[in-house]
């Protein structure tokens, strides 16, 4: 036995540095579990905050793309386990028995054992398995790609939901200035209507009205404002914020941007041709596709024999002796192989399944395509309707402040009535909401069209 230890010892350890050339050894085993990461502490409400910071705060913290992180370390996890399958396995492997003399044949002059022990490192090669390892690692390999690029899916998906919430800010933000502008214009107008009534020259009726339009304004600015507050709320979870820092439950920060309408032109065959080559979503079906092609040959591996090497060192106590240093050792080599003649047509069934899932990656591929392609054919739809309503609106407004303004002027000169004025207020109103609605409509219909055609954004993907 003392003679053996050495030896044995030193031949595991230069086996398990020759067959393991990775960080998962037999000690891995033996660590605990390791702790749950803990979340970086949230930074405080910025006084200002932009759109490009948001995007970036959305890259790290969005709840999505961490989840989409961790699908691709699964799948990365998944391809060191099946590189498993090409190299050897080593084990060691020993025991220890002791039984009662009864059990033996006496025979006169010869010692009986009546205890014997054995140890022992086996490792086991694989020569060929009919293809089944490498088609596991290409699996493996292609399932790992398709996680990467459903990881910037996630990316793109959040980005421009990060937008649009922003977006969203913005336009409520815009409302409130809108419905301020016409409380105040009211609140001006029953002022005057007023003083013309303490002069004589109008009826209490005319200051009652503006009274009831000034009453009536006020409600959708409230709306307005609470609708501002629930948007920032909306942009706060699709970032991902948490924060409860009591200095910070009441603060807003000052958000940077406006609603401005940009015109720009997309043609129609490079925006397909762009969405086709570089959608991730596509991308990720056609690696699964290709997985699916290497699972067919996974599974008639099964027609094929099995071949493997075989090697160790052993040792074990005499069986004619009862003392444990008394010791045989050495070396054993071996081949093993097997060949399933007939398995009940159990690998038969499996090639039918892989195929049929090959089949429908395949067909997946192709709904995805035409998906890609209606989507961008109505993203630029959208956008086409979206650029017009923003350039009328431009119009409108300018329009609607000149008829007011000549509304006015006529109202002092006696030539038009109060409900003219209050007529022409309202649609100054309304077309100011409808040139910041349609300036939105533009900016989200831009950010979907760019997201449909993968020129999102231009962040670097860091897995």
Not at 214 to 236: D, G, M, T, V
Request: with cysteine; hydrophobic share 45%.
């Amino acid at each position: 036995m003392n003679r053996i230890t050495p030896c044995f010892l030193l031949l595991a350890a230069s086996v398990s540095a020759a067959v393991l050339p990775f960080s998962l050894t037999p000690v891995e085993g033996m660590k605990a579990e390791p702790a749950p990461p803990v979340a970086a502490p949230a930074p405080q409400v910025p006084d200002v905050l932009t759109l490009d910071q948001s995007l970036q705060y959305a890259l790290e913290h969005s709840y999505a793309i961490r989840q989409a992180r961790q699908r691709l370390r699964e799948q990365e996890g998944l391809v060191v386990e099946v590189k498993a399958a090409l190299l050897p396995k080593a084990t060691v492997v020993g025991g220890y028995s002791r039984y009662d003399e009864g059990l033996n044949d006496k025979l006169k002059g010869q010692i009986q054992s009546y205890q014997g022990w054995q140890v022992g490192l086996k490792v086991r090669q694989v020569l060929y398995n009919g293809g089944f390892a490498f088609a596991a690692l290409d699996v493996a390999r292609a399932t790992r790609a398709a996680a990467l690029l459903d990881l910037q899916a996630t990316i793109d998906a959040v980005l421009l939901d990060v937008r649009v919430k922003y977006a969203d800010v913005l336009l409520n933000r815009a409302r409130i200035g809108v419905q301020e502008q016409n409380v105040s214009l009211l609140e001006e107008q029953l002022a005057t209507t007023r003083n013309r009534f303490e002069a004589g020259s109008v009826s209490q009726f005319e200051v009652l009205r503006s009274e009831v339009a000034l009453a009536n304004a006020k409600p959708a600015l409230i709306r307005a404002r609470n609708a501002f507050r629930n948007s920032i709320e909306y942009l706060r979870a699709a970032l991902g914020y948490q924060n409860e820092l009591p200095s910070d439950m009441k603060k807003t920060p000052e958000f940077s941007g406006e609603l401005v309408f940009n015109p720009v032109a997309y043609e129609l065959e490079p925006a397909l041709a762009a969405a086709k080559a570089k959608r991730p979503e596509l991308q990720r079906l056609q690696q699964l596709a290709k997985a699916r092609e290497s699972g067919v040959v996974n599974a008639r591996s099964g027609y094929k024999p099995e071949l493997y090497l075989t090697g160790g060192y052993e040792g074990r106590k005499s069986t004619l002796s009862n003392s444990f240093s008394d010791t045989n050792a050495g070396w054993i080599v071996g081949l093993e192989g097997s060949w399933a003649i007939f398995d009940g047509n159990r690998t038969r069934g499996k090639v039918a399944q892989a195929r049929a899932q090959l089949y429908q990656a395949r067909l997946g591929v192709s709904e995805q395509t035409l998906a890609i392609e209606v989507e961008v054919r109505r993203a630029l739809s959208s956008l086409q309707e979206a650029a017009e309503l923003a350039g009328a609106a431009e119009k409108v407004v300018e329009q609607a402040a000149e008829a007011l303004r000549l509304s006015d002027v006529r109202y002092d000169n006696g030539a038009a009535t109060q409900l003219d004025v209050l007529e022409t207020r309202v649609a100054l109103t309304q077309a100011r909401l409808n040139r910041v609605e349609a300036n939105y409509s533009h900016t989200v219909a831009l950010a979907t069209l760019r997201k449909a055609i993968a020129d999102a954004d231009t962040f670097q993907l860091t897995p």
